[in-house]
Each structure stands twice: as structure tokens, then as C-alpha cells.
């Protein structure tokens, strides 16, 4: 197996289930004993939290740097950032290190592309639902994003800081998460994106109006099927 690079604490909860998931696949597939070699950084979030209340991409752009080549050094073949919104400064990342970035917006668009759905309705931090970053990557799949309104991604960037992040499950939210999905179905979203990596803990299939893509999943997998596939051939 190829070794994995995850640049994680973004926060500690949806990195334990990026843990869990890529060495579930493995198991599964490969049975007994089988886990998935990673090289795991896990930064301070409040650091990480602190850069983008103050807009200081270029020093999170440093840090998550810096703990990519960590990773590297640590046997790393691939890195991936686990976390939606830190995908922001993925280009900082890519240039610091001489592996892949493994794209969060990559393995959503490829669970979009097997399904047929070409408009996906983005539930995320405000940064994801309101900047370009994530919208074009998935359009470089043929993806159209759907945001929500302002009030209402007022309401799902302050449930993700204020709850999710800190590990705090809130019915009341979930049943407003829930309203956001409706009215994304009648802009035309087909499915919904859970572009932040907590969301999926609060918001599953059974509750949803619409079929999710929970990210953290999609990308887990992704990262697993990376690991697990051959290396490529030396011409």
C-alpha cells in the first residue's frame, strides 16, 4: 500500500472519522490485520481558527504547508487536507511538497459524476458556499453549485463553529439544516454536498430531503482507493 499524508485537527472530530473510514475500506478489502500506513499531522485548530478570523490565509497556507512536509517526511506518497474550507489554500500546499494533494472537490465531483448529478446544492462554512475555490473545482467536473441565501448561510457557517467544531449535537439544528436542504431543492439542486467535514454528524440520509454527499466520506474513500491501488508503472 501506498502511504497516506493527512493534514488533520480541522477540526480532531472529522479527522477520527477520515481515521476510521480509509482503514475500514482497507480492511475490508484486504482483510485480517490490514490498516491503512498514514502520517498523520494534527494541527491546533484554535491556530487554524484564529488565521481565518483574521483573514491570514497566507500563514495558514504556511502551517498547512509546513505539516504536508511532515507528512512527506514521514513517508507520505500523497497528502490531503481534511477539511473543506482549508482547501482555500490548497495551491500553498501543492507548491510546498513534491507529492499529489489528494482533492477534496475531486472526490465529491466523483461521487456527483456516478450518480448523473450535475447540480449539487453546498452546504459549508460561509467561505465555501460564498468564494470561488470550491465551486470551480467542481466545475471543472461539469458540476454547477447551489448556495443558499444569506440569512441562511449565516446559519449554517455559525451551527458548524459553534456547535459541530466542538463537538456539540443540536436537534434544533439539524431540523433547520433540514429547511436549508428543501429550499435548495427548489433552486434545482439534485443532491446536496456536506462541504464541511462535521456535517455529516449531524445531518444523514434519513433526515434529508435530498441524497447527501457527506464530503468526509467521499474523500476518505477516495484516499483509501489512492493507498490501495498499484504503484504506477516507472517508464
Not at 472519522?17 to 484554535?46: C, K, M
Not at 447551489?146 to 449554517?156: A, D, H, I, M, W
Amino acid at each position: 500500500m501506498r502511504t497516506l499524508g493527512l493534514i488533520g485537527g480541522m477540526s480532531w472530530h472529522s479527522t477520527a472519522t477520515y481515521y476510521r473510514i480509509i482503514n475500514e475500506v482497507v480492511a475490508d478489502r484486504l482483510g485480517g490485520h490490514a490498516s491503512a500506513p498514514i502520517a498523520l499531522q494534527s494541527l491546533d485548530f484554535a491556530t487554524i481558527r484564529q488565521c481565518q478570523v483574521d483573514g491570514d490565509w497566507a500563514g495558514a497556507g504556511v502551517l498547512l504547508g509546513r505539516a504536508a512536509q511532515a507528512c512527506v517526511t514521514g513517508g507520505a506518497d500523497a497528502v490531503a487536507i481534511c477539511t473543506n474550507l482549508m482547501h482555500k489554500v490548497a495551491p500553498a500546499v501543492e507548491s510546498a511538497v513534491d507529492v499529489p494533494l489528494l482533492h477534496i472537490g475531486d472526490a465529491v465531483a466523483g461521487v456527483a459524476s456516478s450518480h448523473g448529478w450535475t447540480r449539487l446544492g453546498i452546504l459549508g462554512t460561509r467561505w465555501v458556499m460564498e468564494e470561488s475555490f470550491y465551486a470551480d473545482r467542481l466545475a471543472r467536473h461539469g458540476i454547477t453549485a447551489v448556495v443558499p441565501s444569506e440569512p441562511e448561510r449565516e446559519l449554517v457557517d455559525r451551527v458548524v463553529f459553534d456547535e459541530l467544531t466542538q463537538g456539540k449535537i443540536v436537534d434544533a439544528s439539524r431540523a433547520a439544516y433540514v429547511d436549508v436542504i428543501e429550499r435548495l431543492a427548489s433552486q434545482g439542486a439534485e443532491a446536496v454536498v456536506l462541504a464541511c467535514t462535521e456535517i455529516g454528524l449531524l445531518v444523514s440520509g434519513p433526515d434529508s430531503p435530498l441524497p447527501l454527499i457527506c464530503s468526509a466520506d467521499a474523500h476518505a474513500r477516495a484516499l483509501a482507493d489512492f493507498s490501495l491501488a498499484p504503484e504506477p508503472a516507472l517508464a
